[in-house]
């Protein structure tokens, strides 16, 4: 495992006393600051979202390898990794941020610091710099960028995240039994002609389980899944209604909400042009359900644009999160890119 870009990630941070790469003696206490932060999804329901059981893990089964910083009084998180995309073909290397955090007691130093850090540790890698922001939290862009002349988002895609609550009525889901048949294979011709075309793909890894989706003999898609166990997401209540309602859940499916929620993401999918993407994927979630890839009360994530109108019917409930992917840049310019995009939700 190639680590050196941590060494350029300390360069960056040699001016800045407070800040400095973690180490496992830290990660406690960057656990705990990471499920300090929750999701708020209603006046009844929050979202925590942990890293546990393995910390620096999580980020390597995201294929990104993690220069973690915090500051001294560990209240302060943001990493930087080092990861590959394919892009028009060819594996490039590149930089992925995510993960920032500042807690609430942060002093006022190190809120004024970190933005100074960040641009220094960006000028140190030689290689173009990503990150994803959720619609909500475009103000996270403004903090950045306050007072600064020389640090740049350019927005490269815009995207939508689907976690669909899988159901029994996913046998409901009304397909021709003609349309499509789809096999446990890898047709790596028909994924490298996608990849060729893209302007962005993440790359998926190779323990994932992949199909190829045919239509009268003739591929005109491919998918893969994962279940990630390096990090988890859980439901918090705050209201006894929706805590009898998680009990029952529990009881009905067998899955412990508050503890983890079960998720099951679609890493890739290629799919050609002229297909109704609606259509493919409720094939697929009915498929992955009869064929008992997926269960009852398991979530299942994918990612698409933004600008595309899909709107499966699959009689369940379905929970959608709209973000950005930019391009991190000290230049107020950036090229466009021309191709497909292709995310890996575990990437983000």
């Avoid at 790469?21 to 406690?28: R, T």
């Avoid at 960057?30 to 929050?46: A, F, G, K, P």
């Avoid at 007072?147 to 409901?172: C, M, N, W």
Wanted: some cysteine; hydrophobic content about 35%.
């Amino acid at each position: 495992m190639n680590t050196a870009h941590i060494s350029l990630v300390n360069n960056g941070l040699k001016s800045f006393k407070e800040f400095y790469v973690a180490n496992e003696d830290d990660y406690q206490d960057i656990h705990h600051l990471l499920e300090n932060e929750s999701m708020e999804l209603s006046d009844y329901v929050r979202l925590k979202y942990t890293r546990r059981p393995d910390l620096f893990g999580s980020y390597l089964e995201s294929g990104q390898i993690p220069a973690i910083i915090t500051d001294k009084e560990k209240k302060f998180l943001g990493v930087v990794s080092e990861t590959s995309i394919m892009q028009y073909g060819e594996s490039r290397k590149v930089y992925y941020t995510s993960d920032l955090r500042i807690s609430k007691s942060a002093g006022l130093r190190t809120r004024a610091n970190f933005r100074k850090a960040y641009l220094e540790v960006l000028a140190e890698l030689p290689h173009d710099c990503y990150t994803v922001v959720l619609k909500d939290n475009e103000r996270a862009i403004k903090a950045l960028t306050r007072g600064q002349s020389d640090l740049y988002y350019h927005k490269v895609y815009e995207y939508v995240s689907r976690a669909i609550v899988v159901l029994p009525t996913f046998r409901l889901i009304k397909v021709r039994s003609d349309k499509f048949d789809i096999y446990e294979e890898n047709n790596h011709s028909y994924v490298k002609e996608k990849i060729e075309k893209s302007a962005f793909a993440n790359i998926v890894n190779e323990e994932d389980t992949v199909f190829c989706i045919r239509k009268v003999g003739k591929v005109v898609g491919q998918f893969s899944i994962s279940r990630p166990d390096k990090r988890s997401l859980f439901v918090e209540s705050k209201s006894t209604k929706v805590s009898f309602w998680l009990k029952a859940l529990r009881m009905i499916f067998g899955h412990e909400y508050e503890r983890k929620i079960p998720w099951c993401y679609i890493t890739s999918l290629y799919l050609d042009e002229d297909l109704n993407k609606s259509e493919v994927i409720e094939y697929i979630c009915r498929y992955l359900y009869l064929k008992n890839y997926i269960s009852s009360g398991e979530l299942l994530l994918l990612c698409h644009g933004a600008k595309e109108s899909i709107n499966p019917h699959l009689y369940a409930p379905e929970f959608l999160t709209r973000g950005n992917l930019y391009k991190v840049s000290s230049c107020n310019y950036a090229t466009e890119l021309s191709g497909e995009v292709y995310l890996n939700p575990i990437a983000l």
